[in-house]
Structures are given as structure tokens and as C-alpha cells.
């Protein structure tokens, strides 16, 4: 009897954990035995409609684990945006012929709020032609904007890898008697999670004295006024802000990506923007630093606790369509001090951003509050130890698969 | 009888090994007895100016173990620059007396280029007047360009730290079926040897298509072309290039630090600037990533050989005391695949710098070749392991010192 095929791919921006993710599908595929063979696409929904998919069936325990250690997308990704039905059924049913054709009766996507809409859209349509395919989302953002999920999978890492930094950042800007303002921007337009996980650092006694997160209007003259309080008093002043951070009527500072008077876009990002501001205002010495794409990127800083719960994820997206649930993407809740997994319906999710609540923001929103410890600190816990060849880590080469 | 006192000062910008050095320093005084008390000066030549001393004579094995670990210079640092003595012998004088007063018998003095002047100018001082202090540089920075030392403590970290991201980069940017341009701008504004690092990451399978170092002139044209070849045929393309790349006549590529129109600095650095005339002339994606201070300050990434090699020349620094030397500077040599410490007189070494040979760079300046891999690897071999608490590493803790 043929059991059908199972396909997976990732979307999106990558993550440190988001192969994690890819090898809890898989190994949970293979230990399932529900499919004749596990397909993962190359380059996600743009490979799906090329039918350019690799043959994961076999792939060894050891191939698995290095997968689940290696950073970015493993597989490729997209940023595929897929129409409404009502508007344009062509790619719908091109998916329905390929689906067919390659016998998918499970297919996984693993991505962020984009990508979840798209899973959404995909398996409305396939139980409205009453096609049967369990179609299972995985969330997958560095950003944690995903709501309907307690965390999402590589937040945890990134979250790592910014209070790490922050530590080291906070110990080399107080090696001078008289130091400067230091101003580090973090990823996230528009959700302030990975710039507030800087606070951690500061509460083992190195970190920022100033956390600023774009859920919060930004009010650059009081933001000056306390960087040079912190300043005058301590002779330095350490910042993190987001990158997304507006001012009341919702533009962002610094006016990032506009022209200048030669039409040249203009350059850096707000934390260089402020830093300028600051130097050219009171005269004193700033830098400006920009955490920028290693802070998804960075693999050889992961945290063990995300990489289990994208693995946790993996598995039970495949648990989930195996037992007969279609339309839900997996989520993650804290539960008597453990992360468990659940799911939820996609159209629960889809398009909404889950903000930092203000129980978690200092009432003049210069800082972070203690409580937001209790939600950050299991979920950057633990290393995940790398195999280092010629200094670097070991890490998943895609070449060594073979296309299906 | 009194035997005098051990004086250690740090100096410059931090690395991620140069309080190994430190360590090494004080671990080999308190070995060696030849020493009553064991000093470090807070804030380098500006503290021992204020007689502002840790006393660091009884510091356990433990204490020492996590000092060996911890980034950034854990006593504090300086920018200090010691006049000539023919011009201004007030300073010399002072120090003098407070040398006198403390009873310092050893002085080692950890810093760059700028430190070695300082230091050569003591050592000259005291065997001028017939001071018998002994004076000892050990050599430190993350750019590798001082003379007379195969590298130096510092640098292997750094280029870790460089090839890591590299590699992680690399492996973020080849998720899209179509891709960008990504320029990654890396420390070292006279010297290319950090910028020449990113190679191990190409060596390994993913790392930057083209490198440019500031030891060749950078052509901003045939750059361009470059890139967009490589960029037509993989669809992506990703540069590392030298924060210090200069155009023939010498100018700073990007004109990094000038004034707009509205007397505002220009932001960015070239990274930013390059990628943005791409945008501009060639319509295509593009991003730009400074690596800064991360660079220097990333004790998590830290190389186990830097680590070793800067405890060494610590050691080596007293070694060289108590064996009577004065006026050289502890220097480290490959000798049959190992890393061997010797000395050399302070006046070869003051204000001169190593520069990346041609013999590492391409014919065209586009790349480094892959003779440099025999330099670079045994540098960056090897991890340090760092106890982790509330998911970020534990760094020494200069609090718990006490003021001598």
C-alpha cells in the first residue's frame, strides 16, 4: 500500500535552530513510517512549483544531528507571498497538480507570520476541493512576533546571542577612565523582544543602561537627556535600542532609507544616527553599533534550549498531521517550568504581531522591568556544542543530498 | 629581605585573550618569589600616575582560571602618550618617584604599537639614571601588525571570531534562489591580517567570494565589475574588505567622517557606502555589515591558541624580568609546528607596522591566497569553554579585587 510522501520547506529569514526544526520533521517522518518517502523543497514554495525537491528519506542519525546544529536554511528559503483564492486560483491549483503528482499527503511549512498565511491559505484550499493532505505550520522568527505561541523557535538563540554581546560590548566600553556613549541597535521593526533580552546581561552586572523598544514612542530630546545623566555620572553610557523605534506620530528615527539633497540613500541605521546626534549636540565621543544579520546567523552561539524546542516543533508538526490534524501550526507553552507543544488553528495566527506587553517596559520606557527575566532566561539556557574543523564549526553541507 | 614589587599595567584597546596575559603575568610572579607583592594598575599608565593599584599578590588559581577567560582588560586600560624626555621630563620624574616609593623592582607594561613607545621610553629612562627596574612589553592587539613577533596575542581570537561569521554569513545570505550583494567591513585600518582571516570560511566551503585588504590600493571601478561578475553568475556575492581600504592616492574609500552638505557626518562606514553605489548604479539588492568591536570584544568565540600564546607571553614577560632583561618586548615564533616565546629589544619595535606580505595577497588584490592558510590556522585552532549562567558566558569580576 502507498502511504503517500511527506514535504517539507522553510521560508523566510533563516534562524540559528530553523534546521533544527528541519530534522524534528524528519527523524519524526522516519520514525512515523506513515510515508513511503520525506521530501524537503529547494528554496521553499519557489522550489515546490519548480518541483525541485531533495530525497530526505534516508538520512543518517549523524547527518540529522549536524542539520540540527547548522545555521540558516539548509534547504533555501523564499519570500514567496501567495494570492487570495478569489483573486488568483492558477497557483493554487498548480500546487494541487504537483501535490498530486508526487503524492504528497503531508506537507510542512516552517516559517514566520508570512509564511503561516500562506500555510493557511493552502490548507482552507485543500479542504474546500476536499483534497487530503494534512497541511502543518512550524513557526520559525528570530523577531518572536508570532502570536498564539508563548516563543517561537530562534528567538531563544538570537536572544543569546544579543545578551552575550551586550555582556562583552558593556566590558569593553568601561576598560577607559572616561568612556563614550555607546549606542547598539538590535534587530526588530517592530516588535522589541531580541533588544529587550539586553537586559539580561545587565542583571549579571554587565550590560546596557538603557533599553529602548520600538512598542514604546521614542522621544529623542528625553532620550538624550538621559544618556548624558547616565553619562555625566558614570562617565559612560551604554544603549540598546530596536531598530524600529518611532516617534510619537509613528515615523522612525533618523528617517533610515531616505534621500539626502545628492539623492544618496542615506546611510547607517539609528543607532549611527544618534550617535551623530550626540556627538555633534555635547561634543563627547559615541559609537554606534549595529548587531545586523549575525544575529540570526550565529550558529556557534545557538542556546540548547531553542534548538530543542525547534526540534520539539518538528516533531510534533509530523505528530499532528499523522494523527489527522490539518490547518494548525505547532506552538510552544510554558508549563510547570517545561516547554510543551500544541497546536493552534492558522487562522488564529496569520498577519498579527505579538508585541512586548508593558508589564514588561519601565513606565518612562528607558529600560526593561526584572519580570521580563522570568520569561527570557529558560529560553536562552544552555549551549549547543559545535565540532570546530580549522578553527570554525562543522556545519551541514547541503551538497552531500541528493535532489529527488 | 625585600625583594621588591611586580607592577603590571594593561594598555590600549582590549582583546579577547589580553587578560590571559595578565593572568600569565601574575601566575609566573607568584611562582617565581622573586617578588613581595604583585600590583596592577587601574586604567594603565593613568592609574600608576594616581598610585591607584589592585593588589593582586594572592589571587587564587581559580580567580586566575576565569581572569584567563574573560575578554576586554579586566584592570582597566589607557590612551596614554609618554612625551619625549628631552621635551618634558616631568612626567619620567614622577613616575620615578612613585616607582621608588612602591618599590617596583619589575615593571611589564601589556599593550600595541603605542605601548611599546611608552614602554621603550621607560626602560631607556631608568637605565639612563641607573634605575634598576626592569621593564618588559607584552605585546597585544586584535590587528597583528606588530613588528617583530610572528603574530600576536590577540589576533587569533579576532580572526576566529572573523571566519566564524564568515562562514555563518555566508551560509545566511545563500538561503534566496536569488540573492544580493553583502559587503562585510572588518576591523583593521592599517593592516589586512583580521580582513585576510575570512578566508579559512571560503576554505571551508562557504565564505566571501572576493577580499580586499588596505595593503593594495582598492579600485572602487574594477571592484564594481567584480562583484557584479560574480554576482551575474552565482547570484549572490559576498565581500569582506578592510575598514581601512584606500584608494591610490591614499584617501579613504567612502570618505568615511566627512561632512554633508548640512555639516552632518557621513554615517556608515564603507561597507555602507560601497553598497549603496551598487544600489544606486546596478539596481540590485544590496547589504552592508560592520563587524566592529564585537570583533575584539567576543570572549565566547575566543581561540584556545590565542588563549595560550597570551599566557605564555605573560609568563615569559617575568621570566625575562627575573632572568635580568630590561627594555625588550616578549615575542612569539613558530618553530616545528609550535608557538615559542623570545624576546627582543624595544627599540626594533616601537612604531612600526606589519604589514600582509604580497605573497598572501592575489595578483589582482581581490583575493588572499591560499598560502596565508598555513599562517592563520594554527592561530585560530582550539575553544575556549566558558561556564555559562543565565544563558550568557561568566566573566572574572573586577568588584571582587581589592585596592593595594
Request: charged content about 25%.
Amino acid at each position: 500500500m502507498q502511504k503517500g510522501n511527506l514535504l517539507f520547506a522553510q521560508s523566510g529569514g533563516p534562524t540559528a535552530v530553523i534546521n533544527a526544526s528541519a530534522a524534528g520533521v524528519i527523524a519524526e517522518a522516519q520514525k512515523s513510517k506513515a510515508y513511503d518517502k520525506i521530501l524537503c523543497a529547494h528554496f521553499g514554495m519557489d522550489g515546490i512549483l519548480k518541483e525541485d525537491f531533495y530525497d530526505v528519506t534516508a538520512l543518517t542519525k549523524k547527518q540529522l544531528n549536524l542539520l540540527a546544529e547548522t545555521p540558516a536554511s539548509a534547504f533555501g528559503s523564499c519570500r514567496f507571498k501567495l494570492p487570495d483564492l478569489k483573486t488568483d486560483a492558477t497557483v493554487y491549483e498548480k500546487l494541487l497538480a504537483i501535490f498530486e503528482k508526487h503524492n504528497i499527503s503531508t506537507f510542512i511549512y516552517n516559517g514566520g507570520n508570512d509564511s503561516m498565511d500562506t500555510c493557511h491559505k493552502v490548507a482552507d484550499y485543500f479542504r474546500t476541493i476536499d483534497f487530503d493532505c494534512k497541511v502543518v505550520g512550524v513557526p520559525k522568527t528570530v523577531d518572536n512576533d508570532l502570536v498564539g505561541t508563548h516563543h517561537c523557535p530562534g528567538f531563544g538563540s538570537a536572544a543569546k546571542f544579543v545578551a552575550t554581546n551586550m555582556e562583552e560590548i558593556a566590558l569593553d566600553t568601561a576598560v577607559y577612565e572616561k568612556g563614550r556613549i555607546t549606542i547598539c541597535e538590535v534587530m526588530g521593526r517592530d516588535a522589541g523582544w531580541l533588544t529587550a533580552s539586553s537586559l539580561v546581561a545587565t542583571h549579571r552586572g554587565n550590560g546596557p543602561d538603557l533599553i529602548y523598544l520600538p512598542e514604546k514612542p521614542f522621544d529623542t530630546k528625553k532620550f538624550f537627556d538621559k544618556a548624558m545623566e547616565v553619562y555625566n555620572s558614570k562617565k559612560r553610557c551604554l544603549v540598546a535600542l530596536s531598530e524600529g523605534i518611532r516617534d510619537e506620530k509613528g515615523n522612525y528615527i533618523g528617517a533610515v532609507g531616505t534621500k539626502d539633497s545628492f539623492n544618496h540613500t542615506q546611510l547607517g541605521g539609528v543607532a549611527a544616527y544618534l550617535a551623530d546626534c550626540i556627538t555633534q549636540k555635547f561634543g563627547i565621543k559615541t559609537r554606534a553599533i549595529e548587531f545586523s544579520l549575525p544575529t540570526r546567523a550565529a550558529g556557534h552561539i545557538a542556546a540548547l534550549a531553542d534548538q530543542k524546542d525547534a526540534l520539539l516543533c518538528g516533531n510534533n508538526a509530523v505528530k499532528a498531521a499523522v494523527a489527522g490534524k490539518t490547518g494548525v501550526m505547532v506552538t510552544l507553552r510554558r508549563k510547570d517550568g517545561k516547554t510543551v507543544c500544541e497546536s493552534l488553528d492558522l487562522a488564529k495566527i496569520a498577519n498579527e504581531v505579538k508585541s512586548v506587553p508593558d508589564e514588561y517596559i519601565t513606565d518612562d520606557g528607558s529600560n526593561v522591568s526584572e519580570k521580563f527575566l522570568d520569561y527570557v532566561l529558560p529560553l536562552i539556557e544552555g549551549e549547543v556544542h559545535h565540532d570546530y574543523k580549522c578553527g570554525i564549526p562543522v556545519y551541514f553541507d547541503t551538497d552531500d543530498l541528493k535532489k529527488a
